[in-house]
């Protein structure tokens, strides 16, 4: 064959396995970069505190995303050419789609719509056509930000393993069912700053701070969680190794005419306690993790952690409704009336409506009460017209009566703060445990303040504890504030019944002062000045008391084993940090389960903060769904072709091929521009022309229908050259020259 003007005849296709494969080699470095991100995600892997270069990873996301850009755009080049030399050609609209990967504008052009309209194949070959062409844009435009997704590691929490942890108490002394003084030393009937924590009114100091101005701010996240303002306050406790919290909340009941009811909740002191110290010791082994799969090394530099309980864990809630009322002497008869407890008391156990009169507005509000069957006003202490103290007094609410209730109690108001005749206040209480989710949280500075959340939703779907015979109940599954907690349904899941003997341990003589701690802590919030005491801060201090002292049953319990141990360099052995990481068995030993079958087990899942691959979020699987779906266009491509081709890569050569072809009537009038579909339709096809010498053969486009039996003759052969003109062309050309 000979040569043209200024370039050699070439080989337009060649049907050769070998030199298919060794063209698709274009694909192995974004190929095999897509795989390495995929499985380094998927597999999960701690980078630690600090990224190593976040500019770095842009930069070899975006030249990934180049990379990827150019295979896919080999690979429809490649679809495009085998339908331009074989078959019945492809519309117009498509012949430069191979070159548009990057423009996602193409997939809302008149191209691409008008060739979609065009009927040039058998269906299934155009639905494949189409969907490598529109799959093959998308995944080009999108290539860049899931490289660089899959790449960047991300701020996380990450697995940092799990164990079963043992507690030397029964889940009856933790979570009892009744609660009554046996387990209470008699020295916890006075009490001072520095008594024992197993008292039921220890810490007491901290509900007294929460009454003052200078109590703690809930964290944010709780105050999100339970809709607290920005002013909210908590009430601080000291465990053994735990800091722990009293929240409280309040809700307005009767459409917003009857009182407020409160609610009050803190952490399980001997479970966040063992909580606290699995965090510690957890912490102290991270220093014996060696790198390895999974994670990098140090791990014990890490920023943060967390350690949660999500599982069979119940914590104390209380919630307590109070309402005025006034005796005239100690011989008054009539019994006493206490307020229906929203979501606790049916309805239906309401013997009367009940109005009184608020201090010192003087609003008129109603409340819905029960009256107690076999306690009158003359039962109550002495009430001196001259006495300045608050008295409480607690009496027992038989379960015919107030179903649901906990324990009642009679509030005697000093005669300074007296009003409309109004003398006592008398609160209805109910408590209970409900099962919860606890998490510590772990710092540099160490362990922070202990957290807890009442399970809702799904959460409640997990199995009960094992002393609790209740259903498990359908609780809402939206969030709610801690005041609203019991309109949950079913909540909580074991009501709690106080004796009369162990609720006096909740207001003890304190130490020095010769008075009671209920009149202590009452007297501390008529000093701030004020003047609605008498319901507010009753309900308030009274489930504040009832949970700080349900908190502490099982007290005394601690966690058991040992965790295991590896032995390091130097002979000195050290805890096994890499198998508490790896999560693969429990981590405490020497347990003697023989002995312990009835102890409280519970998981503690730990999660470490730092900079991870993983694919816990949304957009690390959609990265991950986008770069296999590019993994596997390159090996169905590779899988399928044993015909190549370099011929009409570029525009250029395109714009080459089209000068040398002949005119064609059907593009009529499209010299200033295309704006019908049907241009975009007409099929196009590379075809074989002669010269005029016959010589040798040169290639053209060809649009329009072309008679079945000439185009058998015109297609393209394997391994053939091409690329001569006929003898009039080449004349005209010398002319010009």
């Known amino acids: 064959m000979g040569r043209g003007l200024h370039e050699p005849t070439k080989i337009a296709v060649r049907h050769s396995r070998l030199i298919a494969l060794l063209r698709n080699l274009v694909h192995l470095v974004p190929f095999g970069f897509a ?29 990934h995303e180049v990379l990827i850009q150019a295979s896919i755009t080999a690979i429809i080049l490649s679809a495009i ?57 998308v995944v080009a435009v999108a290539s860049g930000p899931s490289s660089a997704i899959l790449l960047i590691p991300r701020l996380q929490l990450w697995p940092g393993g799990n164990t079963h942890v043992w507690i030397n108490a029964s889940a009856d002394q933790v979570w009892p069912a009744r609660i009554d003084a046996t387990t209470i030393p008699e020295a916890c009937s006075m009490i001072g700053l520095n008594s024992s924590k ?41 465990g053994r190794s735990s800091y722990r919290n009293i929240y409280t909340g309040s809700s307005l009941q009767s459409g917003g005419s009857g009182p407020l009811q409160y609610a009050a909740t803190t952490q399980q002191a001997v479970i966040a306690d063992a909580l606290a110290e699995a965090a510690s010791l957890w912490s102290l082994s991270l220093v014996n993790v060696t790198a390895g799969a999974g994670h990098g090394s140090p791990l014990s530099d890490q920023s943060n952690a967390a350690h949660r309980i999500t599982s069979n864990y ?48 003087g609003q008129i509000k109603f409340a819905m009460v029960i009256e107690h069957p076999d306690y009158s006003y003359h039962q109550l202490v002495n009430s001196s017209a001259d006495s ?43 408590a209970g445990w409900a099962l919860s989710s606890l998490v510590v949280r772990d710092s540099p500075q160490g362990l922070e303040y202990t957290e807890s959340f009442p399970q809702q939703g799904k959460d409640l779907e997990q199995p009960l504890l094992p002393h609790i015979q209740t259903a498990t109940p359908k609780a809402r599954n939206e969030a709610v504030g801690l005041g609203d907690i019991y309109q949950t349904a079913g909540f909580p899941q074991q009501a709690i019944d106080i004796s009369r003997t162990w609720a006096q341990y909740l207001d003890p003589s304190i130490e020095g002062l010769n008075t009671s701690l209920f009149n202590v802590l009452s007297q501390e919030n008529k000093n701030k000045g004020e003047t609605a005491w008498d319901l507010d801060a009753a309900c308030a201090i009274l489930v504040m008391l009832t949970v700080n002292g349900l908190a502490r049953t099982g007290w005394g319990s601690t966690l058991q084993g040992d965790v295991k141990s590896v032995g390091l360099d130097g002979g000195d ?52 769904a986008i770069l296999t779906a590019y993994c596997l266009l390159v090996v ?18 395109v714009t080459a091929l089209a000068m040398n072809s002949s005119p064609s009537a059907a593009l009529r009038n499209t010299c200033a521009g295309i704006t019908e579909f049907h241009i975009f339709k007409l099929p196009v096809r590379v075809l074989v022309s002669k010269d005029e010498e016959g010589e040798g053969e040169h290639l053209e486009l060809v649009f329009g229908s072309v008679d079945d039996e000439k185009m058998s003759e015109r297609t393209i052969k394997p391994n053939r050259t091409y690329g001569t003109l006929p003898k009039g062309v080449v004349e005209e050309r010398k002319k010009d020259v």
């Open 81 to 137: 050419r085998r339908d331009l030399a074989h078959g019945k050609g492809l519309p117009f609209g498509l012949l430069f789609s191979g070159l548009q990967v990057s423009q996602i504008s193409y997939l809302w052009s008149v191209e691409l719509w008008g060739a979609m309209k065009a009927d040039f194949q058998r269906p299934l070959r155009k639905l494949g056509l189409f969907t490598l062409v529109i799959g093959g844009i």
């Open 198 to 238: 197993i008292c039921p009114a220890s810490e007491w100091y901290s509900i007294r701070d929460f009454l003052s101005a200078e109590s703690l701010l809930p964290s944010p996240i709780y105050r999100s969680r339970f809709r607290y303002g920005e002013h909210a306050k908590i009430a601080l406790l000291h």
């Open 388 to 430: 300045q103290d608050y008295r409480l007094e607690w009496i027992e609410l038989s379960r015919d009566s107030f179903n649901g209730s906990s324990i009642g109690a009679a509030i005697l108001l000093p005669s300074s703060i007296r009003d409309g005749g109004n003398n006592v206040l008398l609160c209805n209480i109910a």
């Open 636 to 653: 169905g491509h590779t899988l399928y072709t044993g015909i190549s081709s370099n011929c009409w890569d570029t525009i250029a050569e």
């Open 35 to 63: 795989l390495f991100e995929i499985i380094l995600n998927w597999n999960v892997y701690y980078v630690g505190t600090q990224p190593y270069g976040t500019a770095v990873y842009q930069v070899i996301a975006k030249a």
């Open 314 to 361: 119940s914590q104390p809630y209380s919630t307590a409704v109070c309402i005025p009322d006034q005796f005239r002497n100690d011989t008054d008869s009539r019994k006493l009336s206490f307020p229906l407890l929203p979501f606790v008391n049916p309805s239906s156990s309401a013997t009367r409506n009940h109005s009184y009169r608020t201090f010192p507005s």
């Open 573 to 624: 052995g050290g805890l096994d940090g890499n198998y508490w990481l790896s999560g693969k068995g429990d981590t405490f030993e020497n347990v003697n389960l023989t002995q312990g079958r009835d102890w409280v087990t519970l998981r503690v899942y730990s999660n470490l903060q730092g900079y991870a691959y993983n694919t816990l979020t949304t957009p690390p699987r959609i990265a991950i």
